[in-house]
């Protein structure tokens, strides 16, 4: 008898506690749940499994990647909808410990077991890694960068496009993803005032775009360090390419390992989510020691909401296993302070996390408009993560379940003279 679907989304809302707010289609063929609502398409019983094996987001992902679970409809319809059970289960939601003392849901769980059949757990999809403690030292950075970002250049060309800047644009109502990166990338020089013959430091300056603008459109000398290989030699070319190899200097280097300041300017732009929060006081000290006296440092950041409890945060599961190994996010609160005790004065925050959710949801239509050669480039699963954590995130920054900052800072020398001027924001006249 084919009845997959009504069985699992009965099981499942009495595991739960609450109705599943999509329609879910099971290996079978039937269909089950609210009529019209994005689809959550169960291909097997492996599906069910790795939920079993591994409840809640880390689960779900798994079968994501792997493919044993699909969304047929609205990719961000889906998500907004399951948030509540995935994301949103707070203080007040039953966790599953506690629902398992009640005889009605131990007996769903049984339920759930017999229809995913005996089976070992599924193995977990070869693009997740072997998750670990977030040491931060020189080695794990190293191979935390390589996992993400050592992907493949044809693959990032693919998703960011033209501009290849991997990091929250700045809109105009009706500009293309290309204006809006060029917009953001101005934006940052005119808060550094950056001037001719000073000297920048690009702190993760990926395929080499803030490093060519700032080169050429204010003739700065520009240090550009990355951990990735594949990075560096992309930026080499691309600054050889536009005739600035007396102007930009690309290295593959740790921020600690810098020795040849000090600067006029530092930018760090999406770099700081991967130093840690044991890390953050001393990636503040090495930028402030690399600034000369007046210099300005732009931190471009994404945060996350504080806690009421701070020791009760973790790291999101899904993020950490398949997209960013060992990233940390904290409250723009906190990185005020960090900065500030390490002698810089904050003299600007700007908040862009609207920005953000539109940036997300271009790369998503960049990557979806040509899927099949992303998976070429890449992998399936691969290709999977990608789709799935920028439509998430693009949905977090638009709930304001996340957010992305820039700070400007100013090592300010003993005199107070900051050389900040006294209307704030003239960068936007």
Not at 87 to 104: C, F, T, Y
Not at 106 to 116: D, F, K, P, S
Not at 149 to 171: I, R, T
Not at 196 to 223: K, N
Request: a neutral charge.
């Amino acid at each position: 008898m084919a009845d997959a679907a009504p069985r699992l989304k009965g099981l499942l809302e009495q595991v739960l506690g609450t109705p599943i707010p999509v329609r879910i289609r099971a290996w079978d063929g039937t269909q089950a749940g609210p009529p019209g609502a994005p689809v959550l398409v169960v291909r097997n019983r492996r599906a069910l499994r790795r939920l079993l094996w591994k409840p809640g987001e880390l689960g779900l992902a798994r079968a994501w990647v792997a493919g044993d679970v699909d969304v047929d409809g609205d990719l961000y319809a889906a998500l907004d909808l399951l948030a509540g059970l995935i994301w949103e289960r707070g203080e007040d939601a039953r966790g599953l410990a506690e629902a398992l003392r009640e005889p009605e849901v131990r007996a769903a769980v049984r339920g759930l077991v017999r229809l995913a059949g005996p089976a070992l757990p599924p193995a977990p999809p070869r693009e997740e890694v072997r998750r670990r403690r977030h040491l931060h030292t020189r080695r794990s950075d190293r191979r935390a960068i390589s996992h993400h970002y050592d992907v493949g250049n044809d693959f990032y060309e693919l998703v960011l496009g033209p501009s290849m800047v991997y990091s929250c644009a700045y809109w105009e109502d009706a500009g293309t993803l290309e204006d809006a990166q060029r917009d953001k990338l101005e934006l940052i020089c005119r808060k550094l005032a950056l001037k001719p013959d000073q000297r920048l430091l690009d702190v993760g300056c990926g395929w080499g775009s803030m490093a060519i603008h700032a080169a050429r459109e204010h003739g700065v000398s520009v240090v550009g360090i990355t951990l990735s290989q594949e990075q560096a030699a992309y930026a080499r070319k691309r600054v050889a390419d536009e005739g600035l190899t007396d102007m930009v200097e690309i290295r593959v280097q740790d921020y600690r390992d810098v020795g040849d300041g000090p600067y006029d300017a530092i930018s760090s732009i999406g770099m700081a989510e991967h130093v840690g929060a044991q890390r953050y006081l001393e990636y503040a000290d090495v930028l402030h020691r690399l600034l000369k006296p007046g210099g300005r440092l732009l931190n471009h950041q994404i945060a996350r909401r504080p806690q009421r409890e701070e020791s009760t945060y973790h790291v999101d599961e899904f993020i950490d296993s398949y997209v960013f190994p060992d990233g940390e996010l904290q409250p723009i609160g906190s990185t005020v302070t960090q900065l500030e005790r390490a002698g810089f004065e904050v003299r600007d925050v700007e908040s862009i996390r609207e920005h953000y959710a539109l940036t997300l949801r271009r790369w998503v239509a960049n990557l979806e408009a040509d899927w099949t050669r992303a998976v070429k480039l890449t992998s399936p699963g691969r290709a999977r993560v990608w789709q799935l954590y920028m439509a998430a995130s693009a949905l977090s920054f638009e709930r304001n379940r996340i957010g992305v900052n820039q700070v400007l800072a100013v090592r300010t020398p003993e005199s107070g003279a900051s050389g900040m001027p006294l209307r704030a924001r003239t960068w936007n006249a």
